[in-house]
């Protein structure tokens, strides 16, 4: 099984820019894909944000990323990151790493992912 960590959340205002770290252990060799997600205050789904390819180089966005966004990795030292720029109100949610056994030529989806972090706060203010 696959641990991940999230951490770098906190409190920004609009227009701010914010970026989160996951760190994964365990049966690290088993990953192929790896994402991030959040979830809105109030909405109980888990959103898409973007994900990429563990040992390639194809990365996914969500469509509201819009270019702010941009995820990479550092495989040799089992992280993941999520630089967000322009961050806007919106944007506040708990994000979450997560890490996929599963390869989809087309994307990821939400349920291929089996390890899933704590989640770090991201909250951005008017």
């Known amino acids: 099984q696959v641990r991940v960590v999230e951490s770098g959340g906190g409190l920004v205002q609009a227009g701010d820019s914010l970026r989160l770290s996951c760190v994964a252990s365990?049966?690290?060799?088993?990953?192929?894909?790896m994402g991030w997600f959040r979830q809105a205050p109030g909405k109980e789904e888990r959103e898409f944000v973007a994900?990429?390819?563990?040992?390639?180089?194809?990365?996914y966005y969500a469509g509201f990323v819009k270019g702010r966004f941009t995820i990479s990795k550092d495989n040799a030292k089992n992280s993941l990151y999520l630089q967000m720029n322009s961050l806007q109100p919106e944007d506040t949610a708990v994000y979450f790493c997560?890490?996929?056994?599963?390869?989809?030529?087309?994307?990821?989806?939400?349920?291929?992912?089996?390890?899933w972090g704590q989640g770090t706060q991201v909250t951005v203010s008017s």
């Open positions: 365990g049966r690290t060799f088993t990953t192929e894909t």
């Open positions: 994900a990429l390819s563990w040992r390639g180089d194809n990365t």
């Open positions: 997560a890490a996929s056994t599963l390869r989809r030529p087309g994307g990821p989806r939400k349920t291929d992912f089996g390890s």
